[in-house]
């Protein structure tokens, strides 16, 4: 069993820079690759990032990178997500997930996910 709690979202606003946090807690805490997602009202979840289980390999989607970087903490069973150059297309509520070891694309692929933390941007 894993929780995931998210943290560190709010309103900023266009081209300043947040960082999320993902706290993890449970049994398989080092155990458990991590994944970033959000959902915007109206649209589909879209991923973002993932890191594997020991922080070795993290993966971006293509159209967040260079603006949004993954990483963890193991020592503080934290992964965050660092977004720079926010705009208003960045609002949205975004969610952290778990699995097991390695991380994936695909949503259906995690078993766990925290509440979520909302982001607005203003333009």
């Known amino acids: 069993q894993v929780e995931l709690v998210e943290s560190g979202g709010g309103l900023v606003q266009a081209g300043d820079s947040l960082r999320l946090a993902c706290t993890i807690s449970g049994r398989s805490v080092s155990e458990s690759a991590v994944g970033w997602y959000r959902q915007a009202p109206g649209k589909e979840r879209q991923f973002l990032a993932h890191?594997?289980?020991?922080?070795?390999?993290?993966f971006h989607a293509n159209f967040v990178k260079g603006r949004f970087t993954i990483s963890r903490d193991n020592a503080k069973n934290t992964v965050y997500l660092q977004m720079n150059s926010l705009n208003p297309d960045d609002t949205a509520i975004y969610y952290c997930?778990?699995?097991?070891?390695?991380?994936?694309?695909?949503?259906?692929?995690?078993?766990?996910w925290g509440q979520g933390t909302q982001v607005t941007v203003a333009s």
């Open positions: 997930a778990a699995r097991r070891w390695y991380g994936m694309s695909d949503a259906s692929e995690y078993t766990y």
């Open positions: 890191v594997n289980y020991n922080g070795g390999t993290t």
